[in-house]
T-cell receptor, first 113, second 117 residues
């Protein structure tokens, strides 16, 4: 599983656009990039997934450059309810490293009024 | 609602005891994953099953075991429980076994909160 690096935390204000970048230098050819959102005491929720270029759905956009070594999750006009931990996950579990969290530490986004 | 169900929602037990957590995957999903999340910690991958067979193993203790049944539901057994085993245990499911494609997207259940006293 490709190792991912994300900022530990980010702060924003209501109505702003938030961009969270994830680095994944050793992404494999067949790996997809998936982002999850987790609220306290709840299971992670799928937000968006992509392979290359740009993907957009009703809640977010995902930008992936041509070399695919990073990706950026874009949340338009965030609200207080977007305060959560966001995880970037690359590939599948075909290369699990025992003892390591495949989801990494995630980015804690705090949206302020 | 992800379509993944977990029971029970809460479980309180004593040290040294044994418990079983149950997970039913989304309809059509063949792969089941188990994760442990302690307070303020990330998701620690425990184990994965695909169509009844163990597929991948993470940092799972020897006191823990799991299995996936022919109807594809899965159970996680935790024995000789210790205080440090108190955590949220999540189950996730996906269509495929983890080859990296879009069918590997994991859908998570609501979790079981285990408290060991």
């Amino acid at each position: 599983l490709a190792k991912t690096t994300q900022p530990i935390s980010m702060d924003s204000y209501e109505g702003q656009e938030v961009n969270i970048t994830c680095s994944h230098n050793n992404i494999a050819t067949n790996d997809y990039i998936t982002w999850y959102q987790q609220f306290p005491s709840q299971g992670p929720r799928f937000i968006i997934q992509g392979y290359k270029t740009k993907v957009t759905n009703e809640v977010a956009s995902l930008f992936i450059p041509a070399d695919r070594k990073s990706s950026t999750l874009s949340l338009p006009r965030v609200s207080l309810s977007d305060t959560a931990v966001y995880y970037c996950l690359v590939g599948g579990l075909h290369n699990t490293n025992a003892g390591k969290s495949t989801f990494g530490d995630g980015t804690t986004l705090t949206v302020k009024p | 609602d992800s379509g993944v169900t977990q029971t029970p929602k809460h479980l309180i037990t004593a040290t040294g005891q044994r418990v079983t957590l149950r997970c039913s995957p989304r309809s059509g999903d063949l792969s089941v994953y188990w994760y442990q999340q302690s307070l303020d910690q990330g998701l620690q991958f425990l184990i994965q099953y695909y169509n009844g067979e163990e597929r991948a193993k993470g940092n799972i203790l020897e006191r823990f075991s799991a299995q996936q049944f022919p109807d594809l539901h899965s159970e996680l057994n935790l024995s000789s429980l210790e205080l440090g085993d108190s955590a949220l245990y999540f189950c996730a499911s996906s269509v495929s076994p983890g080859a990296g494609g879009d069918t590997d997207t994991q859908y998570f259940g609501p979790g079981t909160r285990l408290t060991v006293l």
